[in-house]
């Protein structure tokens, strides 16, 4: 059974998943679908806040500190994304629901803050996605190239890389006109392979592979 690449970002908007997939995939796969698939109940979708004092969120859920403070993801509802994404405006949540012991218990958000959300703060934790992908890609047995399958034996990761990079360049025109088909490049293998690309000659071995010659 084929198995999805890994994953190169801790958190993604519906945007970057949807293109996380299709380059993952080979074929185009949109916002929509990725936001059908909440609709559906069977991709987890968050949405974050700032940690509250009264309300020590990074006990309970993964969190990253920014420049504002600890920013934290909290899980939402079915009901409560159906909202969100049938609303034209904000909608406001008071409650959120956590797992305790195999059951969802309703907890009430006590904080003097007003946490309101529109569909341009809806996340996918990397976690929620690996969950979604064993269940949904690997049961329809998603069909990998034999180059880009891990667990077959002729998996070639840098090769599979530089498919990946030349159809994000090239046919989807990915990274600044105004930088040059190698900077593009260098700075896509950064963006989404940032330990390979730690290594220079990882970044030429790829650049050389897919520029015109």
């Known amino acids: 059974m084929a198995k999805m690449p890994g994953l190169n970002l801790k958190v993604f908007t519906p945007q970057q998943l949807a293109d996380e997939w299709s380059r993952k995939t080979g074929s185009n796969v949109t916002v929509e679908q990725v936001l059908g698939y909440g609709k559906q109940g069977i991709l987890q979708f968050s949405v974050t806040t700032l940690?509250?004092?009264g309300?020590?969120?990074?006990?309970?859920?993964?969190?990253?500190?920014?420049?504002?403070?600890?920013?934290?993801?909290?899980?939402?509802?079915?009901?409560?994304?159906?909202?969100?994404?049938?609303?034209n405006k904000p909608v406001e949540i008071s409650?959120?629901?956590?797992?305790?012991?195999g059951k969802s218990v309703e907890c009430e958000i006590r904080s003097a803050e007003c946490f309101q959300y529109g569909v341009g703060d809806?996340?996918?934790l990397k976690q929620d996605v690996l969950v979604f992908e064993k269940q949904q890609f690997e049961n329809e047995k998603v069909?990998?190239?034999?180059?880009?399958?891990?667990?077959?034996?002729?998996?070639?990761?840098?090769?599979?890389?530089?498919i990946e990079?030349?159809?994000?360049?090239?046919?989807?025109?990915?990274?600044?006109?105004?930088?040059?088909?190698?900077?593009?490049?260098?700075?896509?293998?950064?963006?989404n392979y940032p330990e390979e690309s730690m290594f220079n000659a990882f970044c030429e071995r790829i650049t050389t592979v897919i520029l015109p010659k």
């Open 143 to 162: 069909k990998l190239p034999e180059y880009s399958d891990p667990e077959h034996e002729y998996f070639a990761l840098e090769l599979s890389i530089a």
């Open 122 to 124: 809806l996340r996918i």
């Open 55 to 87: 309300i020590p969120f990074s006990t309970l859920w993964e969190g990253d500190v920014g420049q504002e403070g600890m920013i934290v993801y909290i899980p939402i509802t079915e009901k409560i994304f159906e909202k969100i994404i049938e609303s």
């Open 95 to 101: 409650s959120f629901f956590l797992e305790l012991e």
């Open 165 to 191: 990079a030349h159809k994000a360049i090239f046919l989807d025109k990915e990274g600044s006109s105004k930088d040059s088909l190698t900077d593009r490049t260098r700075k896509w293998l950064e963006e």
């Open 51 to 53: 940690e509250d004092e």
